[in-house]
């Protein structure tokens, strides 16, 4: 199994910067994606942001050029660096992996974490 626990969010001014963080533990090895979704009120989830075992890293449109996901694999962290921040990035942030095992794919999602952009 494995376990993903996220840090950051919180309130920030609009044109701020936030940064996100998840960690994972347990069978890491199986992880072949690392990622950042999000769901704003009323709105289905989305992608924000993945990175692959080849790496190649992929955003969605709205946030290309300000989010920038990056990882440190030795310390199984990887981070959404959010610049330019708008009202309408306000949403429920959630990582998630991508992992294999015995022939299953399967996917893991972290607790979430609220990030809210108002003045």
């Known amino acids: 199994q494995v376990q993903l626990l996220e840090s950051g969010g919180g309130l920030v001014q609009p044109g701020g910067s936030l940064r996100l963080s998840c960690s994972a533990s347990?069978?890491?090895?199986?992880?072949?994606?690392w990622g950042w979704y999000r769901q704003a009120p009323g709105r289905q989830r989305e992608l924000v942001a993945m990175l692959t075992s080849r790496g190649s890293t992929e955003y969605v449109d709205s946030v290309k050029g300000r989010f920038t996901l990056s990882r440190d694999p030795p310390k199984n962290i990887w981070s959404l660096q959010m610049s330019s921040l708008q009202p309408e990035d306000t949403a429920v942030y959630y990582c998630?992996?991508?992992?294999?095992?015995?022939?299953?794919?399967?996917?893991?999602w972290g607790q979430g974490t609220l990030v809210t952009v108002s003045s």
């Open positions: 347990g069978d890491i090895d199986s992880i072949y994606t």
């Open positions: 998630h992996v991508d992992r294999y095992e015995r022939g299953r794919y399967l996917e893991v």
